[in-house]
């Protein structure tokens, strides 16, 4: 049985938390004790805080989440207070721009592979399907016009109506950003079919190496676009839940160059609303932009230490990665480990690396990747030891995992001489009864 400790033992399964700098936002509780404790100025707010409720937002925290959407972009572009719609994290964001956007029986493109909860966030409640754009890993899953001309044939032959194309920029599997090539492909693509784009920036902050982040809002600016009617087509997603490291705190927002969406999606904000002590606390923490512009830095050089720390333990296990820049985790390549190209393969291998490795990955399968035998692995808030230990057990298993491989096609060869009246799976299963206990 294993044991789920963080302190992980020999035995226990090693589980992820995508959290890095808890200390730099508890330090900053410690030297600001006010706003956590319904102060201002030595005063007590807490009946004010207690009686707000208005779906608009506390005007402070809008400015301050405003800015600090524009810093983390290097305040390239700016962000209008009054075009936010606060919501309780990206997940509803996510689901209220959908209601906004699209009926029953539409369809929105996302490219694969993608994040699981899409799933549940975008179709569950909304009855919207979601068509795949697929991209593929010769290319380096990159978006390309044909993928997108395909999803939206599919669509079609489907009898779904395209509302839109939904991106997560930087990428959750891939921990990629979009290239600017990218973006004019997908600008160009919404503006042809005169549909929306949904940009989901929850890991823009998370940026840890070049290429830099270009948010979709850029690219509008830089093309003159701002005030067209594509742009009003395009609304971006964000959450504090990755760049602070807060999902628990349930703070997202919507940003709608749509005043029409923006109108009804702050309406809607009433069915998942961000406490008033969590934004009377975190409009405190934002406006801080000392701490603010030292805490993302900060972060970003810590996720590069432990992106760069994994890649190595995983080369040395002879491990390859997609080359990534940004986010909590990596897309790793084990296709070479699968005993066939199939997902039932996939699933196999993840089974084992969970139960006989003791390692919490995440199979490509479920971010709907087309081609089996691709992993996420998250880096964020890995000690060294916990890397050391992890890589050490991996590579343990890929040792024992290649003998096994390789002693049952020289016993299959030798069988078959021996013994051709028996099917393949007498053999396997007497083989497979014979192997040792794995080592944990
Ligand atoms: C791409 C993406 N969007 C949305 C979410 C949901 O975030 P939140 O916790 O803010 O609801 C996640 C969470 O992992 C995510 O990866």
Redesign the pocket.
């Known amino acids: 049985m294993h044991d789920f400790d963080s302190n992980i033992k020999l035995t226990g399964v090693i589980i992820f938390f995508p959290q890095l700098s808890f200390e730099l936002l508890e330090s900053w509780l410690a030297n600001n004790p006010e706003p956590a404790s319904f102060r201002r100025n030595g005063k007590s707010v807490f009946r004010e805080l207690a009686l707000f409720q208005d779906y608009h937002g506390l005007p402070a925290f809008k400015r301050a989440l405003a800015d600090f959407m524009a810093q983390i972009r290097g305040n390239k572009v700016s962000f209008e207070p009054d075009n936010l719609v606060l919501t309780a ?4 964001a ?1 689901e209220t721009l959908i209601f906004c956007l699209a009926e029953k029986g539409d369809a929105i493109l996302i490219p694969t592979p993608y ?1 699981p ?2 799933d549940r ?1 975008l179709k569950w409640r909304t009855g919207v399907e979601i068509v795949p754009i697929h991209c593929k890993s010769s290319n380096n899953f990159q978006i390309t016009k044909s993928a997108l001309d395909e999803a939206y044939l599919e669509a079609q032959t489907r009898n779904l109506r395209v509302k839109g194309v939904l991106v ?1 920029n930087p990428s ?1 599997p891939l921990g990629t950003t979009l290239t600017r090539s990218e973006l004019d492909v997908l600008i160009k693509f919404i503006s042809v079919k005169g549909i929306h784009l949904i940009s ?1 920036e ?2 823009s902050g998370t940026v840890f190496d070049s290429p830099g982040f270009v948010s979709v809002m850029e690219v509008l600016k830089n093309r003159k676009l701002e005030g067209s009617d594509i742009a009003s087509r395009v609304h971006v ?1 964000y ?1 504090l ?2 760049d602070l490291g807060l ?1 628990g705190f ?3 927002a919507i940003y709608s160059n749509d005043n029409r969406v923006v109108s009804a999606a702050t309406k809607m904000s009433s069915f998942g609303l961000i406490s008033s002590q969590t934004q009377y606390l975190l409009s405190n923490l934002l406006s801080d932009k000392k701490f603010t512009s030292n805490y993302i830095s900060e972060n970003q050089k810590r996720l590069r230490r432990q992106h760069d720390m994994l890649m190595a333990g995983l080369e040395n296990a002879g491990i390859g990665c997609l080359k990534s820049n940004a986010g909590l985790f990596c897309w790793v390549d084990m296709r070479h480990l699968l005993a066939s190209k199939t997902f039932e393969a996939e699933m196999d291998l993840w089974k084992k690396i969970l139960f006989q490795v003791g390692l919490n990955v995440s199979p490509g399968a479920s971010c709907h990747c087309l081609e089996p035998g691709w992993f996420r692995i998250c880096f964020a808030n890995m000690s060294r030891e916990t890397l050391d230990l992890a890589m050490d057990r991996l590579k343990t298993f890929i040792y024992t995992y290649n003998a096994k491989k390789l002693v049952y096609r020289n016993a299959t060869v030798r069988s078959r001489a021996r013994s051709s009246s028996l099917s393949k799976w007498v053999f396997r299963l007497s083989f497979d009864e014979r192997e040792p206990e794995e080592s944990r």
């Open positions: 994290g990206a997940t509803s996510n994040y909860g899409f966030d997560t959750n989901d929850i890991y997603v959450s839940s990755k999902p349930r703070v997202g």
